[in-house]
C-alpha cells in the first residue's frame, strides 16, 4: 500500500510515520504532487499556527491540490482546521473541503486543551469498533462547531467537532499517533477504507 504523508513544513511527522509502522506498513513523506496523486491513501498533519502552516501550503504549491484528491485523505489536527473553510486563527482562508469555520475557544473562560478527553457520537467507518467515550489525545486551541460533517464530538467548554467525514477526506482534530490502542484503531480503520 503506497501511504503518502503530505511534507509542507508544518507536520507532526515522524511520530505518525512510527504509528503506521507499528501496524505493519510504510509510509513516506512527500511534497511531490505526482507521488501524492499516485497514493493509495494521503495523510495531512499539521502543528503550528494556521496562516503560517496556509503559507507553506501556498508555497509547495499543494494548496489548490489537495482538495482535489480522489483518494482517503486524513487530515490530523491543524491538518483538519485548514480543511475548513476558514480559521480564527490569523483570519486564514482555508481548503474549503469541510464547510464549517474554526473557532477559538472562549477567550479567558477556558484556555488551550491539552491532554486527554472523550469522543461520543461516533458514526463512520473511520471509527469503527472504537467504543463511546473513548479517550483520544488533544493539543488545540482552535475548533469546529457541530456541521452535518460531523462524525464524532467531544466537549471542552462546549460540544465541538473532534471528527469530521466529507466524501474521501476524513479529519481528527485530535492527534491518533498519540491516542494508544484508539488511535491505533482510527489508523488502522483508515488505511484499510
Given at each position: 500500500?503506497?501511504?503518502?504523508?503530505?511534507?509542507?513544513?508544518?507536520?507532526?511527522?515522524?511520530?505518525?510515520?512510527?504509528?503506521?509502522?507499528?501496524?505493519?506498513?510504510?509510509?513516506?513523506?512527500?511534497?511531490?504532487?505526482?507521488?501524492?496523486?499516485?497514493?493509495d491513501k494521503v495523510i495531512?498533519?499539521?502543528?503550528?499556527?494556521?496562516?503560517?502552516?496556509?503559507?507553506?501550503?501556498?508555497?509547495?504549491?499543494?494548496?489548490?491540490?489537495?482538495?482535489?484528491?480522489?483518494?482517503?485523505?486524513?487530515?490530523?489536527?491543524?491538518?483538519?482546521?485548514?480543511?475548513?473553510n476558514s480559521s480564527e486563527?490569523?483570519?486564514?482562508?482555508?481548503?474549503?473541503?469541510?464547510?464549517?469555520?474554526?473557532?477559538?475557544?472562549?477567550?479567558?473562560?477556558?484556555?488551550?486543551?491539552?491532554?486527554?478527553?472523550?469522543?461520543?457520537?461516533?458514526?463512520?467507518?473511520?471509527?469503527?469498533?472504537?467504543?463511546?467515550?473513548?479517550?483520544?489525545?488533544?493539543?488545540?486551541?482552535?475548533?469546529?462547531?457541530?456541521?452535518?460533517?460531523?462524525?464524532?464530538?467531544?466537549?471542552?467548554g462546549l460540544e465541538y467537532?473532534?471528527?469530521?467525514?466529507?466524501?474521501?477526506?476524513?479529519?481528527?482534530?485530535?492527534?491518533?499517533?498519540?491516542?494508544?490502542?484508539?488511535?491505533?484503531?482510527?489508523?488502522?480503520?483508515?488505511?484499510?477504507?
Open positions: 500500500m503506497d501511504i503518502q504523508i503530505i511534507d509542507y513544513g508544518a507536520g507532526n511527522i515522524q511520530s505518525i510515520k512510527f504509528a503506521i509502522q507499528r501496524l505493519g506498513y510504510e509510509a513516506q513523506l512527500s511534497s511531490d504532487i505526482n507521488e501524492i496523486h499516485k497514493a495531512f498533519p499539521g502543528v503550528g499556527e494556521a496562516s503560517s502552516a496556509m503559507q507553506k501550503l501556498k508555497e509547495s504549491g499543494l494548496q489548490g491540490y489537495i482538495p482535489e484528491l480522489q483518494q482517503p485523505v486524513l487530515g490530523i489536527c491543524l491538518g483538519m482546521q485548514l480543511m475548513c486563527e490569523g483570519k486564514t482562508k482555508g481548503l474549503g473541503i469541510f464547510d464549517v469555520d474554526g473557532f477559538k475557544f472562549g477567550d479567558g473562560e477556558i484556555g488551550p486543551q491539552i491532554g486527554w478527553n472523550s469522543i461520543s457520537n461516533l458514526k463512520s467507518p473511520l471509527l469503527q469498533n472504537v467504543p463511546e467515550k473513548s479517550f483520544i489525545y488533544l493539543v488545540h486551541s482552535f475548533y469546529a462547531p457541530l456541521t452535518e460533517d460531523t462524525i464524532a464530538t467531544s466537549e471542552y467537532s473532534t471528527a469530521l467525514h466529507r466524501e474521501n477526506f476524513y479529519g481528527t482534530q485530535f492527534h491518533p499517533e498519540k491516542s494508544s490502542y484508539v488511535g491505533e484503531q482510527i489508523l488502522k480503520n483508515f488505511l484499510m477504507l
